[in-house]
């Protein structure tokens, strides 16, 4: 999952998934510890507890 580029899909792709009885797998875009506070980590990260 990339913010700003694919994170409005999940909602319908989790309606699909629902009704097609499938299980849906997010990859979440992870970074080193290094790299944490870097331009493209805070662009592309989802937070998922916002």
């Not at 700003?4 to 999940?10: A, D, K, L, T």
Request: charged fraction near 25%.
């Amino acid at each position: 999952m990339l913010n700003g580029i694919n994170v409005h899909q999940i909602p319908a792709m989790m309606e699909f998934c629902a009704e097609e009885g499938v299980t849906l797998q997010l990859i979440e875009y992870e970074t080193t510890r290094e790299r944490m506070h870097s331009e493209e980590f805070q662009k592309y990260h989802v937070h998922w507890s916002r």
